[in-house]
């Protein structure tokens, strides 16, 4: 049914009439794609905080709630009841999968998990103490010049294609940037293994000792790849998104985003989060660490809180924190001082005016780092895991946007305040 509610903008002696879009869950959108050729005005929006940048059909946050939806489907259902690989379909397709769709699926996955042989060579060019991060934006990129038969994106095998290989390849990518950073030699995948097992074998195992993957990490490692899968327009998807505009080959888009992802305001949060964690080192320090967090003059922040678009618990937190208890229950970490803080940190900063008025809650990035930890991760890969759960969600938003016949360059205008045209000055009357 088309829309016929219209916003009126009126401003000198113009009046323009402008499409309100109805969408099918949240607030209204009104549409100013006509605004300049009607108006001759643009819109001034930084960090679009009050702008839609397309249509999408994946993922639904109500911030205000605390709720966040894949294909309809509530992320705490998902992270109880379903795994990593069937979110993956859900998202890339749009609907649960039968048993014997999921069992192609996985199929297809699995038959991908290998690296060409010589990449193993590209990865060798690395300094060792390189961050994980800069190795997989490297390598990542450099997908597209290993697998040329999957970049022609107006081919919709091609990009099915692409698309199994990211979501195949990331985690023995990522896998192999540890492994490299640590001087030990790059584990193989095993394909008999889950998604999740073969994850941790890949980073954890030696050639020189049998590595059995213990069922509840598993279990933890794939609840923390679902509970990152996606989350609508942040910093990296749109990122991707834009990347993919263009016309950029699946490859050269991940790899864009995966740099995005790496600011410690988006996906690399997780890494600082544990840091200060670290820092503030025993309860009785939390004060100092809120007072700082709250001055304006000191750039701190408290990481792991506050979010764009949650302006009440991050349900990705909450999956989180029982997760971080369970795991730590099972390695037998009792009285993990770095949980204490976190947990302390919390119940603090919830009963204070100045978290309490601005709406911060935890978000995904508070507690993740203490399980990872608790794994035996070492910092530095925690946002290398952000970004292999990610990729699913960075390609089905690539994909969505590939198929929109709508789809055109992105390209922002912008609010020009330098000099106005001035002659060119010769160098010796400067
Ligand atoms: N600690 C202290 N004050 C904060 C924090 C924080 N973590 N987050 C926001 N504020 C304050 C901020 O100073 C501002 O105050 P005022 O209105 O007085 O100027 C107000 O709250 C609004 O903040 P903002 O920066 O305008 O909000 P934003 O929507 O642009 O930023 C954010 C969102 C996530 C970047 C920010 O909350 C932040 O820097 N958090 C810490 C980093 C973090 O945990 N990031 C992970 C986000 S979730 C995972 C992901 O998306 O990757």
Redesign the pocket.
Known sequence: MADSKTATLTFDDKSIELPVRSPSAGPEVIDIGKLYAQGGVFTHDP?F?STSSCESEITFIDGDKGELLHRGYPIDQLAAKSHYLEVCYLLLYGELPTAAQLEDFEARVTNHTMVHEQMHNFFRGFRRDAHPMATMVGVVGAMSAFYHDSTDISDPWQREVASIRLIAKLPTIAAMAYKYSIGQPFVYPRNDLDYASNFLRMCFAVPAEEYIPDPILSRAMDRIFTLHAD?EQ??STSTVRLAGSSGANPFACIAAGIAC?WG????G?NQ??LEMLREIGTPDQIPEYIAR??D?DDPF????????VYKNF?PRAKVMKESADEVLDLLGVENNPTLQVAKELERVALEDS?FVD?K?YP????YSGIILDAMGFPTAMFTPI?ALSRTVGWISQWKEMIADPKNKIGRPRQLYTGATYRDYVDIENR
């Open positions: 960090g905080t989350h942040n910093a992802l410690p305001a988006h996906g949060a600082a989060c967090a709250k304006k922040r408290l990481m792991g809180f506050g979010h764009r991050d100045y601005k911060l978000n995904v990035d508070f952000f």
